[in-house]
Nanobody, 122 residues
Framework: QVQLVESGGGLVQAGGSLRLSCSAS??????MGWFRQAPGKEREFVAA????????YYADSVKGRFTISRDNAKNTVYLQMNSLKPEDTAVYYC?????????????????WGQGTQVTVSS
């Protein structure tokens, strides 16, 4: 059974940094992604990385500030978040087992972690 476990969330001041980790059990997945959901809002795409790690994709709102990477030997995906803003506050979810090429669409992923809270204070 696939299991994704996120860690690394917390409270940070604006301008600070956090690194999220997502440990996957079961097997190595192809494209993996990070999404986030703020209260009262829909889940939105943040970043995705190809199986090899050679291709990365970002939402415009985080481009230049966030970096996604993966270590397949550890079955772990990371999200390095720098220059954090209050609007980055959300629960961040790791996603895997993409069922199509539409990596920005949350419904296309079949496996999800439980989420980790990121709170950025102003």
């Amino acid at each position: 059974q696939v299991q994704l476990v996120e860690s690394g969330g917390g409270l940070v001041q604006a301008g600070g940094s956090l690194r999220l980790s997502c440990s996957a059990s079961g097997r190595t997945f192809s494209t993996m992604g990070w999404f986030r959901q703020a209260p009262g809002k829909e889940r939105e795409f943040v970043a995705a990385v190809s199986r090899s790690g050679g291709s990365t994709y970002y939402a415009d709102s985080v481009k230049g500030r966030f970096t996604i990477s993966r270590d397949n030997a550890k079955n772990t995906v990371y999200l390095q978040m720098n220059s954090l803003k209050p609007e980055d506050t959300a629960v961040y979810y790791c996603a895997a087992d993409l069922g199509s090429v539409y990596y920005t669409v949350p419904q296309m992923y079949n496996s999800w972690g439980q989420g980790t809270q990121v709170t950025v204070s102003s």
